[in-house]
């Protein structure tokens, strides 16, 4: 490719189509759009945005998936930025969380200066209210303990026991985990979640003195490096489907694709994607008998859209199920993830003015019913305006652990969220003073920082590499968050583009 017209037409000819309209196929048909590829984005449901999504509840636009990002890296800010809504970019209450399930059913502010829930001084009062003065003194031993200098702990659950004690691990470090990664202590690699902390401790010679020389002087709250929009995370979703309309994408949703498939000239690939579903309505349906006794018609066959690269951003289960059969040596199998409940609730409830929890509530695993809960009014400035009333997201479930709700119709969901925001909450919430509720279902990514995932995904992502015209992207292998999630798509996607687009060739001057 010699001349800069002839590129122009070559990228205008090379059909991509995306399979998965959450955000990281929103944003990797996007970066493909820009060079003027022309995209096609199918989604499988009813709407764009995957975990981020919104409802209405009682007159107010409500988060019930993902409510914020977090900062670091500066690509999700950087996004947001192109896409007009720096202005509508907010920050959290920093008041913090707190911890429930504390001896005696107690609670107390999370303290601050940790790493996961690691502290840096185990003697400082916010730490030593968790963790009592038996608990101070056995983390204090850390201090005393010989530096591991042959080899290094894996597992955060069993670096924290050995150096720390139980009480550090199962009131600090656990609920942190299980609130932000729905997995256990002992399940997730240090290296990943805290990189940098096994030779922190190493050069310092214990862990409180590792995780002080990384914190540095930071006192920030647990939770506060994160940002939101103002109307919330549903307007990223609707700016990126306008910026893709713009670019000429061809969005549909509803449109599950079935197969993917080589193409007939062996110079590309094909996606088979389902007829549409039919009203079943004479009125509106053609093939619709008109006596409902008659059989219907037999349904059209898949269609098959044509492209030069496919590039699938779905669940990983749907991912393996449609790369598997195309893509040598890949597993398609893969590792069950947890099952989330959010249970959001609108209530009439002025003693949670004073926000008596802080923005939040994680518990010590077994303590409560309940995993997590958020605060959302007291956390953001912009929702507390919205409404006259609180707002509060109550979460189940975690890794090895199927939610509470699961088996229970929505009236009894909301009746066991609102009993267990009373509990952690430290306030009496009746039914009467619940306005609306809502309740959503997630299967979520397993964790980047699991251990042995690093291995999965890259086994994965390297068999996909080798079959020239596809990719794969989203939280399976990127990591949960936007923060992990975005950036990935954006790789991916020029990735996917430097091979349509030059091959082997030299990338011109």
Known sequence: MSEVGDLVTHAHETRVVVIGGGIAGMVAALECAKVGMPVTLLEASDRLGGVVRSVELDGVTVDVGAESFAVRGGTVAALVAELGLSDAVVSPNPAGAWVAGLPGGGAAPMPVGGMLGIPANPFADDVRRVIGWPGAWRAYLDRLRPPMTIGHE??????????????????LVAPVTSGVYSARPDDIDVDLAAPGLNNALTRTGSLSGGVAQLRGAATTAPGSAVRGLAGGMTRLVDALRDRLVELGVDVRVNTPAQAIVADGDGDGWAVEIAAAPESGDPATDPSAPADPTEPAAPAPEATRLPAEAVIVATSEAQARHLLAPVVPDLDPGGITAPVVEIVTLVVDAPAL??????????????????????HSTAKWEWLRKATDHHIVRVSFGAQGEAPATEALDDDAAAALALAEAAKLLGTALDRSQLRAAHRERYVQSQPAAAIGRTAVTAAARAAVHATPGLAAVGAWLAGTGLAQVIPDAIAEAERVRREALWGDAAILD
Do not use: E, F, I, N
Not at 163 to 168: E, F, S, T
């Open 154 to 171: 894996k597992s955060l659950g069993a670096l924290v026991r050995r150096r720390m004690g139980a009480a550090v691990l199962d009131r």
């Open 353 to 374: 003015d004073a926000h008596p929890r802080g923005t939040g509530v994680l518990t010590v695993p077994g303590s409560h019913t309940a995993k997590a809960l958020t």
